[in-house]
């Protein structure tokens, strides 16, 4: 196939580009779309309890407030003339607004609850109706309209709604900002990379088409299924990341075909031989291991999954199909532009730095292996201390107004609305029954108090049963309340909600436990439960495919090995970091448990990008050993060919994931921060050092395998063929000799 797509591209080169232009502006079309149909949410399990209970409530009693105005008194207290009047205003204007329901304001019913400790402050709260994007467009109109200062109050905005507001319109800014730093710069450090203008503009062009091609196919889903507006931050990275991996790939190769003095259609076809089959396996893997995302019942991470797929097979498809095109039409115009100082880079040639470093390794593979090793499992050892939890407030600076006012509601008010257990039973129950199940729940640790339709309970007494319910027939659904003091995300809130779930409901009822602490931990155990099936996947699918590609069975393990111990340093790293809090004086966040969906993405993208890391050099080695290299000059020669390639992708692409540092939302810092630290480890420690050293240690087995397996490879799997590859002149079939080899022990 690849060999059909060479001759194609080198035989009408102009017809294929045109017809990519074609494709081009129809994604363009379809694309913009996108942004109009991907949602702001997909952080809950919808199969959950607490999900269950969202929509009981919301579908029996108008749904649960997510969103909460915090109201103070400028001079007095809330209860003062000018400020009551204001909260009354405010009440009677959000009463009457088409976008909400279920108005619980502070003025309106003088409940305690909703007055702060020192009466200075009073809440007032919402339901904003309608799905993810609906609530998103509503609560931006109902923050312009009503969180307003007034000579009389001050008004604050807290709650999911605008949380996810204020990190929706934060991460829009966090993403402009990365990408005027990484554009430029990766511009900039391609040229220095390519040596040349015309070289270094073919990956940007590739890595576009990625972009705007996924655009187009979130674009399409999104109007099938819920996909996450987050999956826009892995497009723009990938996709630019990924363009430029594979076209410096091709055009390495191409100009070391040229360099041997080989015609521009031949250099074409032979690139398409050997960086192209490298390419298409790489992204194979790639692929593969982002498609783990898949199993999580999430939609913010099956998004990614979505997007990285897409932009994974666009970009190998460019690189495949229209970067042969653009060889063709440039030929040795390809180094046009090109800078005084960068001869070398131009012809291709290899990197004698890398060679070097290779042979040093295998001298003394324990020597210089034992090292890398400690280091990296050092930086692993605080993954013994993590925790995990879901996204909240504290993800925001502080200087964001739903972070001031989520600490104002934490700090000021005893039992807060935001953070109460909902609680929905299902089932005729009378008042005594109700009366008793509420009185259960209020001597619950970290319980404040309890209202239901019975009565109000505090630490077990009670404070009134409602008069309108003093002679209740038995209903067929209630909601309660139960009022803590704690933190939404602290362990005493978890524990109260598992406390709570453990007490059986009132006589002839089912229950059903909501609340936003109920949705985090029920968030949290959805992924966790389905972890152990993405991560067999990507075990799974990674051993097949090198093995499909290498025909050895310990090459897939020995990338295991390696790529897991890369992986636990970065996550190790990133502990240390954002919930040790290091470095938070300087990046400006505040330290909390480890975001369990981030830290799941950041594994399948660092791991898919370490396979493709892997891909690009063992091709290298294979290819040289299937021409009869020994293994000492297969290792060094294909470390040398591909190193300067490998580091120069992960360096650029390490740029591109660098720029989130500068984001103000802590999980989008942590997802930069963390890829990019990840393909530094791999590229340089990985591939540089423990490779080499444990090709040598390996010895003669490193290419081993079964007996049946080697039947398997031999049927279904990919066989280099010498007289296609790089030491050959493809135009007459006779290998060139290969400067340094060596074919003892072949």
């Known amino acids: 196939m690849l060999g059909r797509i060479g001759r194609l591209a080198v035989g009408r080169p102009k017809a294929v580009l045109t017809a990519a232009s074609i494709l081009l502006v129809a994604m363009v079309v379809v694309g913009i779309g996108a942004f109009g149909v991907l949602k702001s949410g997909g952080f809950d399990d919808t199969s959950s309890q607490s999900w269950r209970s969202q929509e009981a409530i919301d579908a029996q009693f108008g749904g649960q407030p997510n969103l909460v105005l915090v109201v103070g008194a400028r001079t007095g207290d809330v209860d003062s003339g000018a400020a009551a009047q204001a909260g009354q205003t405010l009440t009677q204007q959000l009463s009457t607004d088409h976008g909400v329901s279920n108005v619980v304001s502070y003025f309106a019913n003088h409940s305690p609850g909703l007055r702060s400790t020192d009466g200075h402050e009073a809440m007032v709260l919402v339901r904003v109706l309608g799905d993810d994007n609906q609530v998103g467009t509503t609560t931006n109109r109902l923050l312009g309209a009503y969180v307003k200062d007034n000579a009389a109050v001050t008004v604050q905005a807290g709650g999911d709604a605008a949380v996810n507001h204020n990190v929706t319109d934060q991460v829009t800014k966090d993403l402009a900002v990365a990408e005027s730093i990484a554009v430029p710069l990766t511009l900039i450090l391609l040229v220095l990379a390519f040596g040349s203008l015309v070289a270094a503009l073919l990956p940007l062009a590739i890595g576009l088409v ?30 630019l990341g990924l363009g430029i991996d594979y076209a410096l790939l091709m055009v390495a190769r191409f100009r070391e075909y040229l360099s041997q003095g080989t015609s521009v259609q031949d250099a074409v076809l032979g690139t398409m031989r050997t960086a192209g089959r490298t390419i298409a396996f790489s992204a194979l893997t790639v692929a593969a291991a982002l498609a783990a995302l898949l199993v ?31 060889l063709a039409v440039l030929g040795t115009r390809v180094n046009a532009g090109r800078l005084p100082w960068a001869r070398g880079a131009q012809q291709g040639s290899a990197a004698p730095a890398w060679g070097r470093l290779a042979s040093l390794v295998m001298k003394r593979p324990a020597l ?14 605080p993954l013994l201390g993590a925790s995990f939890g879901t996204p909240d407030e504290t993800v925001l600076p502080t200087s964001a107004p739903a972070r001031q006012a989520a600490d104002a509601l934490h700090n000021d008010f005893q039992g807060n609305q935001a953070t109460a257990v909902q609680i929905v039973t299902t089932g005729p129950a009378d008042t005594a029954s109700v009366s008793t199940y509420a009185a259960k729940l209020s001597t619950l640790p970290g319980a404040v108090r309890v209202d239901s339709s019975a009565g109000s309970y505090a630490h077990g007494a009670s404070l009134g049963m409602n008069p309108s319910d003093a002679g209740m027939a038995a209903k067929t659904a209630q909601e309660l309340t139960v009022f803590t003091s704690s933190d939404g995300h602290s362990a005493a809130a978890e524990q109260l909600v598992r406390d709570a779930r453990a007490i059986p409901g009132p006589a002839g009822t089912s229950t059903l436990i909501g609340g936003e602490t109920a949705r985090l931990i029920d968030s949290e155990h959805g992924i966790t439960a389905r972890l152990p099936y993405a991560i067999a996947w990507v075990v799974l699918t990674t051993f097949i495919v090198l093995f499909l590609f290498t025909g050895s069975v310990t090459q897939p393990l020995r990338a295991l090995v390696l790529n897991t111990l890369g992986l636990s340093a970065s996550i190790g790293t990133m502990v240390w970091v954002f919930q040790q809090g290091h470095l938070s004086g300087l990046l400006g966040f505040t330290p909390r448990p480890m975001d369990t969906a981030m830290t799941v993405l950041l594994f399948c993208i660092a791991f898919g990008l370490s396979m493709d890391y892997e891909v690009f050099l063992t091709s290298r080695i294979k290819e040289l050993h299937a021409q009869g290299a020994d293994l000492h000059h297969s290792v060094s020669e294909g470390l040398a060919r591909t190193g300067r390639i490998v580091s120069t992708a992960a360096g650029l692409l390490a740029v591109s994931f660098f720029a989130f540092g500068t984001a103000s939302v802590s999980f989008l810092q942590f997802f930069g921060l963390g890829c990019g630290i990840a393909i530094l480890i791999d590229a340089l420690l990985i591939r540089g050092i423990l490779v080499p050293a444990a090709m040598r240690i390996l010895g003669r087995s490193a290419w081993w395998a079964p007996g049946p397996l080697r039947w398997v490879h031999e049927r279904f799997g990919v066989s280099e063929d010498a007289g296609e590859d790089i030491g050959t002149d493809s135009g007459a079939g006779r290998p060139v000799e290969l400067v340094g080899s060596s074919r003892e022990g072949a």
């Open 210 to 239: 990625a972009i705007l091609g996924t655009f187009a196919e979130l674009a399409i889903l999104g109007r099938l299924t819920d996909v996450s507006v987050f999956a826009i931050n892995i497009t723009t990275a990938l996709g």
């Open 296 to 326: 999580f019942p999430l939609y913010f991470l099956r998004s990614f999954a979505y997007a990285g797929i897409g932009v994974v097979a666009i970009a190998a498809a460019s690189a495949l199909i229209i970067m042969p095109a653009l």
């Open 368 to 381: 210089m292996a034992l090292p890398v090793v400690a280091v990296l499992a050092f930086l692993a050892t």
